[in-house]
Structures are given as structure tokens and as C-alpha cells.
């Protein structure tokens, strides 16, 4: 949750702000419910774009990370690998139009 | 007196009270946007101002330990200052001013220039044309002329007068150090707490602050319907003509960011 002002209530409020991924899905204003949302379409093409992006350079972002912060870096990668399905299934959830866990 | 033409800069980016009035909320300068935190983008256009020294982050202590974690992921290799802010902008730029004190006053600091950690979309131009106004006269800010304004009186009717030289004032904004510095301290034994920094440097200092050319682009985050835009913007500007992401392209690709996720 994070302030922003909102435009339908003209005041700041707190919004929950909802991403796929790294792609910005919605916000929605804890006080009015005002919602903005990317049309669903948009949201998927948006989200494939960067999914590939991310794909394509996570490889080498492994590596830096390992090589900055090999101890760092080891500790973390199981944790990592066994929250990823679920990282997928809530930015699977926000791209068809249910709210992330 | 004009600043000889190699000052050296100090940039300031403010963070502390960024969208974090209401509650215990998260702050805005840290949501994603485009790859990485819209502070990141801040402080990518200040720390690639010309003949910049120093680089300043104003926080929130509560956001000490995730500044320290954005930074090294999606700035690394940039040194940058933590300085823990206070409760208003104003209180938050003296803070910094005062960290920076030591070197103003030895002269290893020329100017200062103070951005909005709200704003990660200033287009480079901007920043080069606020320094080189403020080297020449002292002080000065990137303005917005103001289309379709009018004065209405207390009864509701049109009052006239001219609006056209009013501006929207944008950050980032350049100041003489030492004046700078000096006025708010002076400001500070008055009482007196400024909106924003041009405001105590005209009341407390004998700055004149000279308006240039802001960009349109260079839009604050503040309203909700403000993160789409700037997330249009962002993508937008991956083009040839914009020198936002450009330069960053050109160093270490957008495909290179640091991630977010994934």
C-alpha cells in the first residue's frame, strides 16, 4: 500500500498498487475504490515483453550476482528457486484479472 | 558574482516524505516502474549531472535498510549518501545542506542541486540548463508556462489579469552552496519552513532565482493515473530522440537492469 493521490476523491490516500511481474497491472484507492487498470490485452502483451527480457538476461544476471556476492548469492538461490512457482502463479492471477496473494 | 564555469556539484535527491503522509504506509519513490524503483531513475539523472562531486540521498529512517538493498541492486558502484530527513521538505533539504556543510564552506562544493526523488523522468537537457543558469546567476529552476488559467474573484467572476508568464515550478533546482547553505540557517533561527527551496533562498539569501526551460516530460508521480503515464513515458523513451534512457542504454542496456523479480 502506498500514498498516492487519487483522482476520483481528490485527496492523497492510501492505493494498492498491483504489478505483473515488473509491469504495472493497477491501482485502487483504499478510500473511494477508484480503479485503474491496463486493459487485460495490453497487460499480457506488456507482461510477454518483459518475461522475455527477463529470460533472456537472467543468465547473466546470475552471474554478476555471484560473482558480487558469491556467499550472498549461494544462501539465497534456494529460497529463490522455491518461491518462484508462486512468484508465477500471483503474476498468472493478476494477468487474468484475479487480485495477487 | 558569476560561479566559474568548472563548479563542482553537489546533488541532493529527496525521499523522506515522499508519498508517506498517511500511516505507516510504503513509500512512492520506491515502487517499481520500468525495471527498477522510480528513486533509482531519480538518482540515475542526478548522478549524471556534469561535474558532479557529490550525490546525496534524503530517507526516512524506517526506509534505511531498503535504500541500502535498491541501491547496491540497481545502482552499484555509485556512491551515494544516506542523510536520514526530517518531517517537511524543507527540514529534509536543510538536513542535507548541513551534511554537505564541511565541504561548502572549505569551497569544494559550488552548488547544489536538489531534486525530487518523485520526478525520474527529467530529461538530461533540463538538468544541463539548470546548472548552467545557476553557474551564471546563482540560483535557478525549471519552469512550465501555464496554458488556460483565470482569475476568478470571490463572487465567481472572470477577474482578468495576465497570466502569461506564470510558471509550474519542476525540480531539479540549482543554488550557489554558500548562499544556499546560509539561508537556511538563517531560516532556521527565524522559524521559518519554505514550501520549497527557491522560496527560502529568495526570502533568506541575496539568490535572484532565474526560471529555465523545464520538459513536459518531466512529470512528478503523485496521483495514481501518474504511474501509468510515467511507465508510457519510460517505454516511450527507448527511442532514438530522448536522452532519459538513452544514456543509460548506452552504458549497460535496459536489458541489463538490475532485476525487480524474476
Redesign the interface.
Known sequence: MVVLACSHCRAEHLHEVTYAGRVLASTVCSNCGWELAKDPAALRRAWITDMERRVRTKPLRMLRSAVAHPVTFARALPGAVLVKPAQMTNEWRVLHGRRAD | MPIPPRSRVAGVVLAAGT?????A????AY?????RRILSWSLDVIRRAPRLSRLVLVIREADRDLAAEVLAEEL?GTRVELVVGGATRHESEHRALEHLAGSIEQGRIDLVLIHDAARPLTPAQVVRRVITAAERDGAAIPGMPVEGVLEVDDLSHLAGGDHERLVTVQTPQAFRAGSLLAAYRAAASDGFAGTDTAACAERYSELRVTVVPGDQRNIK????????VA?RLLDAATGPDDEVVKRDLGTHG???M?????
Not at chain 2, 19 to 23: E, L, Q, S
Not at chain 2, 25 to 28: A, G, H, L
Not at chain 2, 221 to 228: M, R
Not at chain 2, 258 to 262: M, R, V
Open positions: 508519498g508517506t503522509r498517511v500511516g504506509s510504503r513509500n512512492k515502487l517499481p516502474l520500468g525495471g552499484p508521480v503523485t496521483y495514481a493515473h501518474d504511474l501509468f511507465e535496459r536489458a541489463g538490475q532485476p525487480l523479480s524474476g
